[in-house]
């Protein structure tokens, strides 16, 4: 069974503009939730998204969003990036909004300069 | 907001001894808690849950314990092997009424070396 697979692994942007990651869960999973995880601040939620709508959400700024399809898969979009976004954005999948245990894939390194 | 946390964020262990991990948590209704591990170049992988309703849980080779009176977590590791090298996140979230959950709240993690 495929686990979660984030697209692309690494990923340079310059301050200013935007950029979208892709994540697709593990086959059956319905939730998908974002994470950023940053050497000063560690492992911090984003959003969660099930069934295409967005259930909760974390404390960051409008300039992250994101999106889930029909099929489960997940974007998250960051526009006018800082040098602040740089980081590694993970993304979680588990079966339905209620499952408590989130299932990680590797990552997206974002590096903006 | 509240966090969870982690008292050391370096251990280094001989081959062959046990770990433990500690955690401390601040937020009460905190019902649910997982420990991940994460390897260099890797996302965190899974190792063990236990919800607030139980004081210990084993697994092979990993036992986690709660105590809910000090809000303390901790995460026990026989015989430690080279392969257990990496970092440790404990994590905790909250159900809500509707049946939904807050997403993860993370402690910083320890990084724990098995020296040979």
């Known amino acids: 069974k495929a686990g979660v697979t984030q697209t692309p692994r690494y990923l340079i942007k310059t301050r200013g503009q935007q950029v979208t990651l892709s994540c697709s869960p593990i086959?059956?999973?319905?939730?998908v939730s974002w994470y950023q995880q940053t050497p000063g601040q560690g492992l911090q939620f984003l959003f969660e998204y099930f069934s295409e709508t967005q259930r909760n959400k974390g404390n960051f700024p409008g300039r992250f969003s994101g999106r889930q399809f029909s099929n489960s898969r997940s974007e998250m979009n960051v526009s006018t990036l800082e040098l602040g976004d740089s980081a590694l954005y993970l993304c979680a999948s588990k079966l339905v909004w209620t499952a408590r245990m989130e299932t990680f894939g590797s990552g997206t390194r974002l590096t903006v300069v | 907001g509240e966090s969870v946390g982690l008292h050391l964020p370096t251990l280094s262990v001989q081959e062959g001894d046990n770990s433990i991990i500690n955690c401390a948590y601040s937020n009460s209704a905190s019902d649910y808690f997982i420990w991940y591990k994460q390897e260099s170049g890797k996302g965190p992988q899974f190792i063990i849950d236990?919800?607030?309703?139980?004081d210990k849980r084993q697994g092979q080779r990993v036992t986690v314990l709660l105590n809910k009176t000090v809000k303390h977590l901790s995460l026990q590791i026989a015989a430690t092997q080279p392969g257990d090298s990496a970092v440790y996140f404990c994590a905790e979230t909250t159900a809500y009424s509707g049946g939904g959950a807050d997403g993860l709240t993370f402690g910083k993690g320890t990084h724990l070396i098995i020296q040979p």
């Open positions: 236990i919800r607030s309703n139980m």
């Open positions: 086959s059956g999973h319905r939730s």
